[in-house]
């Protein structure tokens, strides 16, 4: 079992930038799969960037340029860095994480972007 715990989430105006943090309980050396998503009210849940084994990255089409996901090993911490934001990236966001197989989420935060 691992837990995930977020903070970062917040209200922000057009163009500015929040990060966001997700500890989890367990080492993450042992886990190969580490990412957020997000859903908006309405929408379906979607990915929005993730790191695969440790080094590989992949961003929603939407976020790329402007998001940046990054793991601290040491911390136990993967964080997602969101500049340039814009009022459609409101949403809650979730950490993910896939270990030996099994999915785990976080309770999700809520980001809100301003106009």
């Known amino acids: 079992q691992v837990q995930l715990v977020e903070s970062g989430g917040g209200l922000v105006q057009a163009g500015g930038s929040l990060r966001l943090s997700c500890v989890a309980s367990t080492s993450i050396f042992t886990i190969s799969i580490m990412g957020w998503y997000r859903q908006a009210p309405g929408k379906q849940r979607e990915l929005v960037a993730r790191i695969v084994s440790g080094a590989n990255t992949n961003y929603a089409d939407s976020v790329k340029g402007r998001f940046t996901i990054s793991r601290d090993n040491a911390r136990n911490t993967v964080y997602l860095q969101m500049n340039s934001l814009k009022p459609e990236d409101s949403a809650v966001y979730y950490c993910?994480?896939?270990?030996?197989?099994?999915?785990?989420w976080g309770q999700g935060t809520q980001v809100t972007v301003s106009s």
């Open positions: 993910n994480v896939v270990r030996y197989g099994q999915g785990y």
